[in-house]
């Protein structure tokens, strides 16, 4: 099993920048692929950016592309979401997944929730216009 904690979300102007943190505990070594989903309120579970396990290869959704920036430090066995120039609308619960079952990295699988096997309980993001 695998534990993840989502930390690093707090209430932040327009503009200006948050770093969320997803530590990894229990069998992590056999994580393989981690990503970052967000959730507003009365929307669906959206996909933001995920990593492979190297760490070499990244993907992110079109909505924050150049202003975010996913990475993990398999040491700490923690992913980061650098977020920057946020906007009203990310505002949302971003929740931490970990994939356990496919050892090669897919961009495209890696946007789907139902890819990652484990999820965090979330943290709030909350960006004042």
């Known amino acids: 099993q695998v534990q ?3 930390s690093g979300g707090g209430l932040v102007q327009a503009g200006g920048s948050l770093r ?5 505990s229990g069998r992590t070594s056999s994580i393989y692929a981690m990503g970052w ?13 995920a990593v ?7 993907a992110y959704a079109d909505s924050v592309k150049g202003r975010f920036t996913i990475s993990r430090d398999n040491a700490k066995n ?3 979401l650098q977020m920057n120039s946020l906007k009203p609308e990310d505002t949302a619960v971003y929740y931490c997944a970990a ?3 496919h050892t ?15 999820w ?7 960006v004042s216009s």
Do not use: H, M
């Open 78 to 80: 923690t992913v980061y």
């Open 37 to 49: 989903f967000r959730q507003a309120p009365g929307k669906e579970r959206e996909f933001v950016a």
């Open 120 to 126: 965090g309980q979330g943290t709030q993001v909350s």
């Open 104 to 118: 090669i990295f897919n961009p495209w699988n890696s946007r789907i929730p139902l890819t990652y096997d484990y």
């Open 20 to 24: 969320l943190s997803c530590a990894a």
């Open 99 to 101: 994939d356990k079952t």
């Open 52 to 58: 492979s396990r190297s760490g070499g290869s990244t």
């Open 4 to 6: 993840l904690v989502e």
